[in-house]
């Protein structure tokens, strides 16, 4: 059992820049893939990125590819979503997922367990 707790969220003006994390418990953090999902008010859950086990490859949705930065740090079992140039469109929770994997790849579904979010809020 994998537990996942997020934070770093807030509210922020557009513009700025938010780093959320995400800590990982109860397994071998290396052997994790992991994901960043939001969801907005009345909308689907969407990806926003991903990042292999070994931190080597990384994956991101169009709208934030350039402004987004995923990351893990495999001695800290802790994964990472720097934000910038945050739009108020951004606005979501932020959900992070794991997934076991025994190739060092990114995914962008397939996930066994997720946290429980936290509120990104960007005002114009």
């Known amino acids: 059992q994998v537990l996942l707790v997020e934070s770093g969220g807030g509210a922020v003006q557009a513009g700025a820049s938010l780093r959320l994390s995400c800590a990982a418990s109860?397994?071998?953090?290396?052997?994790?893939?992991m994901g960043w999902f939001r969801q907005a008010p009345g909308k689907e859950r969407e990806f926003v990125g991903a990042i292999s086990r070994r931190g080597h490859y990384t994956n991101y949705q169009d709208s934030v590819r350039g402004r987004f930065t995923v990351s893990k740090d495999n001695d800290k079992n802790v994964a990472y979503l720097q934000m910038s140039s945050l739009r108020p469109e951004d606005s979501a929770v932020y959900s992070c997922?794991?997934?076991?994997?025994?190739?060092?790849?990114?995914?962008?579904?397939?996930?066994?367990?997720w946290g429980q979010g936290t509120q990104v809020t960007v005002s114009s």
């Open positions: 997922a794991a997934r076991y994997t025994t190739t060092d790849w990114y995914y962008k579904d397939g996930y066994d367990y």
């Open positions: 109860g397994s071998t953090f290396s052997n994790l893939a």
